[in-house]
Nanobody
Framework: QVQLVESGGGLVQAGGSLRLSCAASGSTFSDYAMAWFRQAPGKEREFVSAITRSGPSSYYARYADSVKGRFTISRDNTKNTVYLQMNSLKPADTAVYYC???????????WGQGTQVTVSS
């Protein structure tokens, strides 16, 4: 099973940017679909973005409507890392962000501990 460690969270003003990283170990990274979720205080965990595992040509990415056009997910299989570039951040983006991995976007079984993102107004 893959182990996941998130980093890159912090405090940023509205309109700013952050890049989250999720480093994977313990298994073949390219075999896994990867995803980001977030959980704000008092709310349920929600989907943010996901990217397919390595394919013959390119990757397919999905985004929640709330982040589409502002966030970009990417992966670097040479570094066993998935990234979430977050631009034009809003206070509503404040949450703990979690990285997840699985055999597909619909079967995410490994989770990281999370990294806090706080966006001030």
């Amino acid at each position: 099973q893959v182990q996941l460690v998130e980093s890159g969270g912090g405090l940023v003003q509205a309109g700013g940017s952050l890049r989250l990283s999720c480093a994977a170990s313990g298994s073949t990274f390219s075999d896994y679909a990867m995803a980001w979720f977030r959980q704000a205080p008092g709310k349920e965990r929600e989907f943010v973005s996901a990217i397919t595992r390595s394919g013959p040509s390119s990757y397919y990415a999905r985004y929640a409507d709330s982040v589409k056009g502002r966030f970009t997910i990417s992966r670097d299989n040479t570094k066993n890392t998935v990234y979430l570039q977050m631009n034009s951040l809003k206070p509503a983006d404040t949450a703990v962000y979690y990285c997840a991995a699985g055999s597909s976007m619909a079967d995410l079984r490994s989770w990281g501990q999370g990294t806090q993102v706080t966006v001030s107004s």
